[in-house]
């Protein structure tokens, strides 16, 4: 039976609901009183009080459709837009929480109950991964939910450990995958099984210097990605193709034939319409381009689709085109894109026209500099070049990264933080000294400079936000 996405956030919460849980709205992406996140990356983080401290919780039960960015910070999924079946920038997190009123468990059970009465999916196409070490979780599948052990698969705690970032709750989790029975990508397990639902179990508090310290009362954390069971319930191969994220992709049909020779148009296709969607979400909650923290990799995303826009061959503006795709598609849900409709449209315009006029140029450039190097064995990016490109044309490490990727280069990293860190500091003297923060006493032919809320020498800080 397929399902479309608003049915499954319906089904998922309907069924939290009868099992006695309390369905509260989606906190904003960007975490209201939280320094140490840059965005909202998990279902969990609105809650994160309560699971250091459960008796302040006003619910114990409490299930949610979490709004969702992983775009910077700890879990960062920005290059893999595009290039796998399963990622989004910008995604929904089903969850269902429990501040000390059930545990490992009641969450387990749960959670396949669902799986296998409520959404009807075979076993022979389900497995399940536990922590290593973890016996106690292996025999719950075993023994009590009788999962035969031959899906059952320990991993280590790269895979199995949950935490939200540097510091904050963590624990031991266990996860459901699915069968694509998808043979091309056989040779890949990560492909051919997809993860779709992570049960965390709230064991520890990590702090700022490391150390884990048990909770005194354990709590449940799960998520799964709406897009993903949207994909296994519409029987399609990713996420891109499910309804909602469909309508938004479907944004290369207006704009005539991709441009031909293109091997990655599906990809490039996929990138703009993940990174319109991420955007008209930050930008309706008031994030705005900038070079630092949160506006920056807003920047950074816009900056991004405009080259994977442009690409394809579509003509200016194409973000600003593509987002009321997003309106249409997820309006409905969320209320918010309706009510910033004019901003979301104008900063996408604004920003893609600083961009516009530097792009083509640093392109250029970026191609001298790889057909000049062309003879030699070593296709790398030096970080003077790629910090001239971040500096003369607003091209963002990543961007230049994006595009070296694709030509089988890579860029010298290290090199370009320092001198970034030296540009940091000349730009500080100068402006200790009064001046504008150009002591060559030109006036920049710089966009990225002239920008509103530029801040010289805050740039660097967009890489070290943790989350
Ligand atoms: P993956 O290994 O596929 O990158 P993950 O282990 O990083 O996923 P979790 O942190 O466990 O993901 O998040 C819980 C669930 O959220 C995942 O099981 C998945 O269904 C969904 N999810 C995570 N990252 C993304 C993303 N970038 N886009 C869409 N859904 C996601
Ligand atoms: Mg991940
Ligand atoms: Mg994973
Ligand atoms: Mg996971």
Not at 7 to 34: C, M, W
Not at 131 to 145: F, P
Not at 357 to 385: F, P, Q, W
Request: glycine residues 10%.
């Amino acid at each position: 039976c397929s399902m479309t996405a608003n049915e499954v956030r319906t089904r998922f919460t309907e069924y939290f609901v009868k099992n006695g849980h309390r369905r509260l709205v989606s906190a904003n992406i960007v975490p209201q009183n939280d320094k140490s996140l840059l965005f909202t990356n998990a279902g969990m983080v609105p809650f994160k009080q309560h699971f250091l401290d459960p008796s302040g919780a006003p619910h114990k039960m409490v299930t949610t459709v979490q709004k969702c960015v992983r775009a910077g910070g700890k879990h960062n999924d920005l290059d893999q837009v595009g290039y796998t079946a399963r990622h989004h920038t910008f995604f929904e997190m089903l969850g269902n929480f429990s501040f000390g009123a059930y545990g490992k468990r009641e969450a387990i059970h749960m959670a396949w109950k669902f799986v296998r009465e409520e959404l009807q999916l075979p076993v022979e196409r389900l497995r399940v991964t536990v922590l290593e070490g973890d016996q106690e979780t292996y025999e719950i599948w075993r023994s009590e939910v009788g999962v035969d052990e031959r899906r059952i698969v320990r991993r280590g705690e790269d895979d199995n450990f949950w935490s939200m970032g540097a510091e904050g709750p963590c624990g031991p989790s266990t996860e459901i995958f699915w069968d694509t029975q998808d043979m091309r990508l056989a040779e890949s397990d990560e492909e051919r099984w997809l993860e779709f639902w992570n049960l965390v179990f709230m064991e520890y508090e990590r702090g700022s210097d490391g150390a884990l310290t048990p909770l005194a009362t354990p709590c449940v954390d799960t998520g799964m990605g709406l897009e993903r069971m949207a994909s296994i319930m519409q029987g399609v191969s990713s996420n891109f193709e499910t309804n909602e994220v469909a309508a938004v992709v479907n944004w290369v049909e207006d704009e005539g034939t991709p441009a031909e020779g293109q091997g990655n148009w599906l990809a490039l296709a996929r990138i703009v319409a993940d990174h319109v969607r991420a955007s008209a979400f930050l930008i309706a909650e008031g994030v705005e381009p900038s070079n630092t923290g949160r506006g920056y990799v807003l920047r950074r995303m816009i900056r991004r689709g405009v080259r994977a826009g442009r690409q394809l061959g579509a003509a200016p503006g194409v973000l600003a085109r593509v987002a009321p795709r997003v309106e249409a598609a997820m309006g409905a849900a969320y209320p918010e894109l309706a009510m910033a409709r004019q901003r979301i449209i104008a900063v996408l315009e604004a920003e893609e026209r600083l961009f516009q006029r530097t792009l083509g140029r640093g392109l250029a450039e970026l191609a001298e500099i790889m057909a000049r190097k062309e003879d030699g064995l070593n296709r790398v990016i030096s970080g003077a070049d790629a910090y001239a490109l971040y500096d003369t044309h607003g091209f963002p490490l990543d961007l230049t990264q994006a595009v070296a990727r694709d030509g089988g280069w890579t860029v010298d990293v290290a090199e370009f933080e320092r001198l970034q860190r030296a540009g940091r500091e000349q730009s500080k003297a100068a402006r200790a000294e009064g001046d504008s923060g150009n002591d060559a006493g030109v006036v920049p032919e710089n966009d990225y400079d002239l920008c509103a809320g530029f801040a010289p020498g805050t740039v660097a800080e967009a890489h070290s936000v943790h989350d």
